[in-house]
């Protein structure tokens, strides 16, 4: 769980150089024997690097969510040529899925249980990210509208968590790490302000999720900021239910660790649908502060590797667990926390 008492203030560039410069270690040789491992949005970017270090680190399966067929295929022969014929392509599976439709994440979800025995789904690495230039709104299954950047960075990995659930429970050690960012500190109680002390004179109160995602205050920052806030709601959320689960049935030890972690600034296509001038800034910047692709992919894979209460809903950031202090409120937290996820819950159909 996050703590309230270690350093406060917005993530600096200072933060982010330093992490450029001391890049994370990488996991040792054979960490994954024996082992499936799933990961979403891996095609490019931080997360193929993730399935390429997997691939090298003996394996027993490998499945690469990716948004279509193609590119999931030609990162598999990427990942195959460069790991070398001591990769054997069998190992490798590819499922397409499209984190901002809700109805593909089931349906991913559904074939993965299908082909997957109980006892055998042991790493699900959740990694799909997404940002852009504008709102763009997509259409959830009851029609419900909401940005597209909230329903890939939010909603698909919850529900893709929330999915996996009995198959990883019935897989000891298994562990469910979610690609997130210390960025989420820097929402301020300022920002949430107005949600605290609104009220909804029908309900009583105002629902968090139209708040966070009304687009009257939507930046491109903001949204960023505030989808990894509501990230390590749902982690701390998925944490707490669990434990809620475990004191109901005593006896039966069936826990999966959730945890998240923060790859840093890396150098990435993640600003790709940007307009020139912001990609060029990007370019700059992030060549001056920023690690590369495969130094940040090597948090996401080392986190993997963690077990253990200490881990527990922590965030795994350059080779220990994260010391920063939200930008809110612990009380704050409390009341927000439950709020959110209540209602991603009720959105998903969880509740």
């Known amino acids: 769980m996050v703590q309230f008492n270690g350093p406060h203030g917005k993530v600096t560039v200072s933060y982010l150089r330093q992490g450029g410069l001391n890049p994370p270690a990488p996991a040792p040789k054979g960490s994954f024997t024996g082992k499936t491992v799933l990961i979403t949005g891996c095609s490019s970017g931080i997360g193929y690097q993730a399935a390429l270090q997997i691939a090298s680190l003996n394996p027993k399966r490998l499945i690469l969510g990716t948004r279509t067929l193609a590119k999931g295929e030609a990162a598999k022969q990427e990942i195959l040529a460069t790991v070398g014929p001591s990769l054997d392509s069998s190992i490798i599976e590819v499922i397409p899925i499209e984190c901002s439709d809700l109805s593909s994440v089931r349906q991913f979800t559904t074939t993965?249980?299908?082909?997957?025995?109980?006892?055998?789904?042991?790493?699900?690495?959740?990694?799909?990210?997404?940002?852009?230039?504008?709102r763009e709104v997509v259409t959830d299954e009851s029609g419900h509208e909401w940005p597209t950047t909230f329903v890939v960075n939010v909603l698909a990995p919850a529900l893709l968590a929330l999915e996996f659930l009995p198959l990883l429970q019935s897989t000891p050690g298994s562990v469910v790490e979610s690609v997130n960012s210390i960025s989420y500190c820097n929402v301020t109680s300022e920002d949430i302000s107005p949600l605290l002390s609104s009220q909804d004179e029908a309900t009583g109160t105002t629902s968090a999720l139209d708040f966070f995602n009304n687009p009257e205050r939507w930046t491109t920052q903001r949204a960023y900021y505030e989808a990894k806030l509501m990230l390590m709601f749902v982690l701390e959320g998925l944490?707490?239910?669990?434990?809620?689960?475990?004191?109901?049935?005593?006896?039966?030890?069936?826990?999966?660790?959730?945890?998240?972690?923060?790859?840093g600034q890396c150098r990435t296509n993640l600003y790709r649908q940007f307009g020139l001038g912001v990609r060029a800034f990007m370019t700059l910047f992030n060549a001056v502060i920023a690690r590369t692709?495969?130094?940040?992919a090597r948090t996401l894979?080392?986190?993997?590797?963690?077990?253990?209460?200490?881990?527990m809903g922590k965030m795994w950031v350059n080779d220990r667990f994260d010391d920063w202090s939200p930008g809110i409120t612990e009380e704050e937290?409390?009341?927000?926390?439950?709020?959110?996820?209540?209602?991603?819950?009720?959105v998903l159909g969880k509740a």
């Open 112 to 134: 993965v249980r299908k082909t997957t025995p109980p006892g055998t789904l042991d790493c699900v690495l959740l990694s799909a990210g997404l940002a852009l230039p504008t």
């Open 293 to 296: 692709a495969e130094q940040g």
């Open 301 to 311: 894979v080392t986190g993997l590797l963690l077990q253990g209460e200490e881990a």
């Open 333 to 346: 937290w409390k009341v927000l926390q439950k709020r959110v996820w209540e209602e991603i819950k009720g």
């Open 239 to 263: 944490v707490q239910d669990q434990a809620q689960q475990q004191a109901s049935q005593p006896g039966e030890d069936r826990k999966v660790l959730f945890l998240a972690c923060c790859p």
